[in-house]
């Protein structure tokens, strides 16, 4: 199993920024990729932007150019940097793991991915 626990959330407003943390521990040697979502009231679960062990990036539209999504593979954690932020980026954001032998479905689908952390509030205020 692994445990994943996000951090970094919180209020803003428009245009500023922020960092999103994703901590994993546990049986973390089998992760090949990393991923955000997010999820707002009323809303699916969306991808935001997912990385490989590798170093390879995918974004949904919505975030390109203004979300940075990073990993340290030795400190099995990964992040998410948030740039001129909307109030359209409100939304709960949930880190994900994906290990080998979990169904492929593409790199911003939620069932390509194992595991799962609680989530962390964003707030946008304009």
């Known amino acids: 199993q692994v445990q994943l626990v996000e951090s970094g959330g919180g209020s803003v407003q428009a245009g500023g920024s922020l960092r999103l943390s994703c901590a994993a521990s546990?049986?973390?040697?089998?992760?090949?990729?990393w991923g955000w979502f997010r999820q707002a009231p009323g809303k699916r679960r969306e991808g935001v932007a997912s990385?490989?062990?590798?170093?390879?990036?995918t974004y949904a539209d919505s975030v390109k150019g203004r979300f940075t999504i990073s990993r340290d593979n030795a400190k099995n954690t990964h992040y998410l940097i948030m740039n001129s932020l909307k109030p359209e980026d409100t939304a709960m954001y949930y880190c994900a793991a994906r290990v080998s032998g979990t169904d492929w479905r593409g790199p911003l689908r939620d069932s390509s991915y194992t595991f799962w952390g609680q989530g962390t509030q964003v707030t946008v205020s304009s």
């Open positions: 546990g049986n973390t040697g089998g992760i090949i990729r």
């Open positions: 990385i490989q062990f590798d170093g390879g990036t």
